[in-house]
């Protein structure tokens, strides 16, 4: 088999552009099997991050990338803040009433394109974990060229990366293969 990497930093490719993950780190990988009558098992278990020659970070699903995007604050603790007067817990406040001032307010809907397709139309209402998923490496048995993100959480900065390593891993009696990425 052969495989490349590319490191797209916080990228995440989409249809209609990039996601930005601002915890992760992405690679996208292209795997082409050798043979299409055997197959070749792929799982993104079997890839590693290693940064600086030290620290190797996990592979994680799409589908915590996906909330970490949906929900930005879905793995904070809620905090308190007090000051003289009230005291706030938890989330912005949210419109009690209609024509509440306090409530957030909706963003436009964007006009549309009329030169699109209607596929193209079809990818931009999709929902955000379905399009993080669509850009994942999937799991299973491959017989044909794959391609597919790898998602590793990085809570550090990106200016402390000197070195990153893709190791994969394909399991019991196989040679492990480094990838440098930087």
Known sequence: MEIGAEYLVHSIPAEKGDYFAKEYLVVEVAIFPATKIDGLKISSGQ??????????LSAQSAGTVAAALKYPDWEQRPQMTAQAGPVIYGAPPVGRFPGDPNA??????????QTGSANVEQQSNLPIEEVISRAALQDGIIREP??????????GKLKSIKSLDLIYDP?????KTTIPLL
Do not use: H, Q, Y
């Not at 890839?47 to 190797?56: A, H, I």
């Not at 399991?171 to 040679?175: A, F, N, R, T, W």
């Open 47 to 56: 890839f590693t991050l290693r940064v600086n020659k030290k620290s190797t």
């Open 104 to 113: 957030p307010r909706p963003l436009p809907d964007p006009v549309p394109d």
């Open 146 to 155: 794959a391609k597919g993100c790898l998602f590793f959480r990085f809570e």
């Open 171 to 175: 399991g019991v009696d196989s040679i």
